[in-house]
């Protein structure tokens, strides 16, 4: 119990740590939202891990649940929003994104 | 615990691939599978509704809508990486591991002991998802609400006048 949920911080970070990167250095919309997922998924398991060291398992659950929901409709959403641009710019690619750029 | 730290690494290994892999198929698959790691994860923390709603919404539902996008913007081509990225990230990944090692480390004894605050007993799961937490399920079902809303407008076929 004491420095188990460590242990999972410490994955949680690496995976946040990947998910930012991909963020930053990728160019393509489906795999920029990839890193996302990544992020989330590190987002639960600090979710879990954090309140796993209270020992009050119920709740954390409760809070995941809840998250993956909202993962759920948040990539519902930007699928959606994916499949849109690339019918207007006729490209995956992020840098065709600039027509609003003054 | 050693079976816990190879189902960590597993997952990852299989979040680095999904970022890494060039064919968008194979990085949505190994997604997939770096969110059955985690619902084992799950299973194994002792939180099996958590982990049945992991492997079964996150590695199941998310992965279809995953692959029924890229199978409908397939046409437009390939979008060309630029290789820096892929070539600097081992040495990020190295550099950022180093760093968490050595952060968790000097935390591992700083951090003060949570105080545990035991469940009541004979508490379910049940109540504890529908009666202590009362209003934020309501905005839960409002992000529902608001997910179906967003994709039915953004999918509004437009008028014959415009």
Redesign the interface.
Known sequence: MSSTWILYMAFAAVLLGVGVYCLLAMRNLIKLFIGIEVVSKGVSLVLLATVCAKGNILLAQSLVITFIVVEVCLVATALAIIINITRHTKSLDVRKLTKLRG | ?VL??IL??L??LF??M??LLRD?IK??IS?AL??LC?GI??FR???P??GV??IS??AG??TV??I???A??RS??E????KA?LI??PL??IA??VV??L??KS??HR?P???????AAG???GE??WK??TF?LVG?VL??L??VF??LA??RKRNKDE
């Open positions: 615990m816990q730290i960590l690494s997952l990852v979040a680095v999904a970022i968008l990085s949505a997604l770096a969110s985690l994860i799950f923390m002792n939180a509704y958590a709603f992991e919404v996150v539902l998310i809508l995953f029924l996008t890229i409908l913007t437009e081509g979008v060309r990486e630029s990225a600097i990230f990020v990944f950022f591991l968490d090692i952060v968790m935390l591992l951090v002991a949570l105080p545990a605050t035991p469940e508490l379910k799961f504890v998802l202590q937490r934020d839960q992000v529902i608001a997910g967003a994709v953004l999918f």
